[in-house]
């Protein structure tokens, strides 16, 4: 594969965005993001939303939001053809130099059959508390994991150790992450 990228996203990324929601999980029949949120994200959210490209073309994203301390990851998805790439390694990674220093923990929800996702949300140290039934409508359940205030403590040390984030205060505007 060529060489991967990250940045925020801009509001004009909102085209790019709505087609990959489709081709990830239109396609299987899945519940698509409604486009209002996608727009919120591209204009008034962005600093915890980030693009991955390849070569320059979109391959995949994440959206999450911060307040009053907690990090909601919502959506990290990137596109069949580079699952397996670097993409959501350098999302994730822009992800947790973007909300350390800002949360002090990180809720996620997946369902249940979502072997890869659950495996990341355990390696970055969340933990499943709870399936909520109908979250997103009638027969949809969803397991709501968490990374408590220890654990973020522990991925920051681990994140700042290995370089992949600098070492103390959060940076104020992620750079673009380049691989």
Request: charged share 25%; hydrophobic share 40%.
């Given at each position: 594969?060529?060489?991967?990228?990250?940045?925020?996203?801009?509001?004009?990324?909102?085209?790019?965005?709505?087609?990959m929601e489709q081709e990830i999980f239109g396609?299987?029949?899945?519940?698509?993001?409604?486009?209002?949120?996608?727009?919120?994200?591209?204009?008034?959210?962005?600093?915890?939303?980030?693009?991955?490209t390849?070569?320059?073309?979109?391959?995949?994203?994440?959206?999450?939001?911060v307040r009053d301390?907690?990090?909601?990851?919502?959506?990290?998805?990137?596109?069949?053809?580079h699952q397996g790439s670097r993409a959501a390694h350098l999302l994730i990674r822009?992800?947790?130099a973007a909300v350390l220093g800002r949360a002090e923990r990180c809720w996620f929800t997946v369902?249940?059959?979502?072997?890869?996702?659950?495996a990341l949300h355990a390696a970055l140290g969340a933990r499943d508390l709870e399936v909520?039934?109908?979250?997103?409508?009638p027969?949809?359940?969803?397991?709501?994991?968490?990374?408590?205030?220890?654990?973020?403590a522990r991925l920051r040390h681990r994140y700042e150790r290995l370089g992949l984030i600098p070492t103390g205060a959060a940076k104020e505007n992620p750079s673009e992450v380049v691989q």
């Open positions: 594969m060529g060489q991967h990228a990250v940045r925020n996203l801009r509001d004009d990324d909102f085209p790019a965005l709505m087609r396609a299987d029949g899945e519940a698509m993001l409604g486009p209002y949120y996608v727009r919120l994200c591209c204009d008034f959210f962005s600093r915890y939303c980030f693009l991955a390849c070569e320059g073309e979109p391959v995949g994203y994440l959206l999450s939001f301390g907690e990090a909601y990851c919502t959506t990290l998805a990137v596109l069949p053809a822009s992800f947790v369902k249940a059959d979502n072997v890869a996702a659950r909520r039934k109908d979250f997103y409508g027969g949809d359940e969803r397991i709501i994991s968490c990374i408590d205030t220890e654990a973020v």
